[in-house]
Structures are given as C-alpha cells and as structure tokens.
C-alpha cells in the first residue's frame, strides 16, 4: 500500500559527509511523521532524527546533534538526512520511516524502508 525508498547510503572516511533520501509513495492520504532509524551490528534499532510535517518540529538522537540535520519536501512526500563529520560510530544499516495515514481507509500505518548500509571507515 505504502511504500518507502532510500538512497545515498555508502562507503565514507571519518570526518566526511553523506546526504540520505527516502521518497513515500503508494495510498498515501497524509504523512504525519518521517524519520530515520539505524542499526549497528549487534545493536538494537535507534531513532537518529525525526520531523513532523505539522509545524515542522525535529528530534534528534543526542549522538548525532549539531553533526546531522533531518528536511522534508512535503509536497513531494521526501525526507533527507544530511550526515556531516561522520564517525565510524555511526556505522550501521539506516532505514526510513514514514507514520502515514493511507487512502483506503484512512487508517494509521507504521511504514519502514528496506534500509541503506552506511560505513565509516578509513
């Protein structure tokens, strides 16, 4: 019904920069969230920023404040994570994360993407 779709995932050294994507498609009626999460080896999935499209508010996972920023294109249903001085900390598989109310029966579902491989690493 809704679908999520990342890109800009890759390889980069320590102290680089990487810019991700995720565009919603599908029975979309309304978006009320857009996010990223991650998951490192071994680690549970952590919330790394999200932004609501009423009013605009962020939230941000303290290790990733002042280095990443979270933007969405409401018109065109896009949320972007751009990742500056990265570390080999925030290696890890990144997935989008959409809260979306769909046109069928405008129920409330939880939509994540297949998730895009960032590393860190000289």
């Known amino acids: 019904q809704v679908q999520l779709v990342e890109s800009g995932g890759g390889l980069v050294q320590p102290g680089g920069s990487l810019r991700l994507s995720c565009a919603a498609s599908?029975?979309?009626?309304?978006?009320?969230?857009m996010g990223w999460y991650r998951q490192a080896p071994g680690k549970q999935r952590e919330l790394v920023a999200h932004i609501l499209t009423l009013g605009g508010s962020t939230k941000y996972a303290d290790s990733v404040k002042g280095r990443f920023t979270i933007s969405r294109d409401n018109a065109k249903n896009t949320v972007s994570l751009q990742m500056n001085s990265l570390k080999p900390e925030d290696t890890a598989v990144y997935y989008c994360?959409?809260?979306?109310?769909?046109?069928?029966?405008?129920?409330?579902?939880?939509?994540w993407g297949q998730g895009t491989l960032v590393t860190v690493s000289s």
């Open positions: 599908g029975s979309i009626f309304s978006i009320n969230r």
């Open positions: 994360n959409a809260e979306v109310v769909i046109t069928t029966d405008y129920r409330y579902l939880e939509v």
